[in-house]
């Protein structure tokens, strides 16, 4: 296989970590939206950790992002 | 200078095309390393020196007034519970002071009133008493009076006995005269 | 480079591209250029757009203070009030994360905090260069901080820092699969401290490059889509810059925290 397209399939790929990163923000966000209606005055110090939380899980997709780019350099 | 810069790095970017991200082109790895040093402690000296004390200074300034300030109301709630205090204790002595003074003019004017009666029953009994005297002295007076005119009727009779040589008739007559006479002043000085 | 190949032959075989665009790699604004080239003694310190950037960050950040806190008074104004709330901000996560002994990293980490917020904000004026999108620029920062965790774990420690990668209550027969992934974990602190925020950063701008490159080739009853989504992410970058600048800082904090304090 040549390696231009060989390397565009790989950075394809590496987008398929967004899924995970998509999974852990909607369990972030769905769970805080549960705990604040059952637990309303709980937002105030809650709303901290769910921003560093999602924060961290981004990372988390942006690392692919990140493999895609160094697929890139090697390709071609 | 900063166009020919940009065009002779294009040159180099297309050069080095193989590392993918301008990001990992390590030709200009060392200057940035050593800039981030230099940058981030710069800035870490500026701050410390001029900017940190600055705020913690006003901060701790703050902090202290506040502390002051509390513990000046503190003070200033207990003086006036203490001037409270002393001044309801004034209230009292002066309450107690009006109320002895109150019963002391009682006390006096039930004394005065005392006095003014005890001195009129005196003047009182005095005028009576002179009175009385004063009567007394009159009615002796009177008796003196009508002894005085008994005897100077017996006298005038007794005269007009010698005088006359007069009968029995005559004489009893005078006699009954004069003592009618003497009725009658008696009567008048009663 | 293909990819950037790739985008120019789109751009030219596109209609209604304006004549002269700027050059349509969403990639090109991460490019170092050096302006003035310094090698003293064979050690490469030139001045680079990078440096440049970094050096306006410092200014931006020093200014900025020291404007907020040029007459301190005891009842404060609008900039020293957000000032003071700066500093108990980032007193609160020392505080709270290290503790009392955290006090002497505070300057250090309050500098932290600024640098990289300021680095990260600065980036996304137009035209601007983002420092902390370059891999080495937060890599030096992080591995600075990871040799300083060894550094006070070591010298608080001696060589019970080396149980710090034994956790608690640990039956002996998992060491040898435990040990290593504590091990690899450890080591893989500054390397996801450095790639979190050089990643975001990278990423957000090279979004924001895409929008605008869609934005320049379309004709303009559909460049306004993309160019509104410009507009608000770049509103979100701001928010984005933020929360990195807050999760660098405190990751620090937490890292300093397991050096001080074995757990």
């Given at each position: ?24 923000l ?11 209606a ?23 997709a ?15 | ?14 050069e ?19 800039w ?83 001195e ?46 007069m ?24 | ?9 789109w ?97 250090g ?66 060491l ?62 701001v ?18 925290n ?6």
């Open positions: 296989m040549e390696s231009l397209p060989a390397s565009l399939i790989g950075m394809g790929l590496a987008a398929a970590g967004l899924g995970g990163a998509g999974v852990g909607g369990f972030i966000f769905g769970k805080a939206i549960e705990a604040f059952r637990q309303p005055s709980a937002e105030g110090p809650l709303s901290k950790y769910i921003w560093i939380g999602a924060a961290f899980v981004e990372a988390i942006l690392y692919g992002l990140v493999l895609a780019f160094i697929i890139m350099g090697k390709g071609g | 200078m900063i166009t020919e810069a940009y065009a002779s790095a294009g040159a180099a970017g297309k080095a095309a193989a590392s993918g991200l301008p990001q990992f082109e390590s030709s200009v790895f060392a200057s940035q390393i050593f981030t040093f230099v940058s981030f402690f710069i800035l870490l000296m500026l701050l410390r020196k001029y900017v940190l004390p600055a705020i913690e200074t006003i901060l701790d300034a703050r902090a202290s007034r506040i502390a002051d300030e509390i513990q000046k109301a503190e003070a200033g709630r207990k003086e006036a519970e203490r001037l409270q205090a002393n001044f309801q204790g004034q209230l009292v002595a002066a309450r107690q002071t009006a109320a002895k003074m109150m019963e002391e003019a009682r006390l006096d004017a039930a004394r005065m009133k005392e006095q003014a009666h005890e009129l029953q005196q003047e009182l009994t005095k005028k009576k008493n002179a009175a009385l005297v004063e009567i007394e002295q009159a009615k002796h007076k009177a008796m003196e009076e009508v002894r005085t005119v008994a005897v100077e009727l017996s006298m005038q009779v007794a005269e007009k006995l010698i005088v006359k040589s009968s029995d008739e005559d004489a009893s007559r005078m006699v009954q005269e004069a003592l009618t006479n003497l009725g009658e002043s008696q009567a008048q000085l009663h | 480079m293909n990819f950037s190949l790739v985008a120019e032959a751009a030219e075989n596109a209609p209604n591209v304006a004549v002269g665009a700027p050059k349509l790699d969403p990639l090109h604004h991460f490019q170092v250029v050096n302006y003035v080239k310094l090698a003293p003694f064979g050690f490469d310190i030139s001045i680079s757009n990078s440096v440049v950037w970094m050096w306006l960050a410092v200014a931006v950040a020093f200014g900025l203070f020291r404007y907020a806190m040029r007459a301190p008074t005891l009842v404060p104004g609008r900039m020293q009030s957000v000032a003071e709330a700066a500093y108990l901000f980032l007193d609160g996560i020392v505080n709270d994360v290290i503790g009392p002994s955290g006090k002497k990293f505070f300057p980490i309050f500098t932290l905090f600024f640098f990289v917020l300021f680095c990260n904000w600065l980036g996304l004026l137009p035209g601007s260069f983002t420092v902390t999108s370059q891999l080495i620029v937060t890599g030096t920062l992080a591995l600075s901080i990871f040799v300083l965790c060894i550094f006070l774990g070591v010298y608080h420690h001696g060589w019970k820092f080396l149980g710090f990668f034994v956790p608690h209550g640990l039956p002996p027969f998992l040898p699969l435990i040990v290593p992934i504590e091990v690899i974990s450890f080591l893989a602190r500054p390397v996801s401290l450095a790639v979190r925020l050089f990643a975001n950063m990278t990423a957000g701008h090279t979004l924001l490059g895409v929008l605008f490159f869609f934005t320049v080739t379309l004709s303009w009853f559909g460049a306004w889509l993309p160019f509104g989504f410009t507009v608000v992410f770049s509103g979100f970058e928010f984005i810059g933020f929360i990195q600048a807050y999760i660098f800082t405190m990751l620090t904090c937490v890292y300093l397991d050096a001080l304090h074995l757990h």
